[in-house]
Nanobody, 110 residues
Framework: QVQLVESGGGLVQPGGTLTLACAAT????????LTWYRQAPGKQREFVAAILSGSTKYADSVKGRFTISGDNAKGTVTLQMNSLKPEDTAVYYC?????WGQGTQVTVSS
């Protein structure tokens, strides 16, 4: 069992920046495979970014704007979000295997 806690959400203007963090504790030895998803109102949850062994992966909609990085020793993964757009508004979730965090709200609005 892995516990995941997201933080860093909030309200930001279009074009702004936010950094989300996911802290993982419990039964794991590597952050490889830790993934960010998001769910906008009325839409299905969708993949955003993942950190993998020696690489990262992004959804096309965020490529070039979002950056995922991690600290294996601390069990944390961050998602830096630049050039935010209103369509990035969603609840952002951290996932590791079958484990999900509670989510953090990101609202992009002027």
């Amino acid at each position: 069992q892995v516990q995941l806690v997201e933080s860093g959400g909030g309200l930001v203007q279009p074009g702004g920046t936010l950094t989300l963090a996911c802290a993982a504790t419990g039964n794991f030895f590597s952050i490889s495979g830790l993934t960010w998803y998001r769910q906008a109102p009325g839409k299905q949850r969708e993949f955003v970014a993942a950190i993998l062994s020696g690489s990262t992966k992004y959804a096309d909609s965020v490529k070039g704007r979002f950056t995922i990085s991690g600290d294996n020793a601390k069990g944390t993964v961050t998602l830096q979000m630049n050039s935010l757009k209103p369509e990035d508004t969603a609840v952002y979730y951290c996932r590791f295997g079958a484990n999900w965090g509670q989510g953090t709200q990101v609202t992009v609005s002027s």
